[in-house]
């Protein structure tokens, strides 16, 4: 098991900044693909980003490209979402998420085995 708590949500104007961070506990963090996903009121909860398990490779969808960074610390345990430049349509609530080896496909939520209990983070105009 792995149990993942997220933090750094809140409000903040369009434009502003957010970082997001997941504190992993449980099976040695190291193991697993870590990703970010988000979900808006009446939408599916869609990939955000992700980041290789020794944090050498990182993916972005492209809504966020260029001003969302994933990165992780696996001697903290830590994985981070930084956000610049957010827009309203950035507000959703954000999940992090394990993915075990064996499940290549890294934008898809059936590919992570564990989930946090999400992270609010709403953009104001």
């Known amino acids: 098991q792995v149990q993942l708590v997220e933090s750094g949500g809140g409000l903040v104007q369009a434009g502003g900044s957010l970082r997001l961070s997941c504190a992993a506990s449980?099976?040695?963090?190291?193991?697993?693909?870590m990703g970010w996903f988000r979900q808006a009121p009446g939408k599916e909860r869609e990939y955000v980003a992700s980041?290789?398990?020794?944090?050498?490779?990182?993916y972005y969808a492209d809504s966020v490209k260029g001003r969302f960074t994933i990165s992780r610390d696996n001697a903290k345990n830590t994985v981070y979402l930084q956000m610049n430049s957010l827009k309203l349509e950035d507000t959703a609530i954000y999940y992090c998420?394990?993915?075990?080896?064996?499940?290549?496909?890294?934008?898809?939520?059936?590919?992570?085995?564990?989930w946090g209990q999400g992270t609010q983070v709403t953009v104001s105009s």
């Open positions: 980041v290789s398990r020794n944090g050498g490779s990182s």
């Open positions: 449980g099976r040695t963090f190291s193991d697993y693909g």
């Open positions: 998420a394990a993915r075990p080896l064996g499940r290549p496909i890294i934008t898809a939520t059936g590919s992570y085995a564990y």
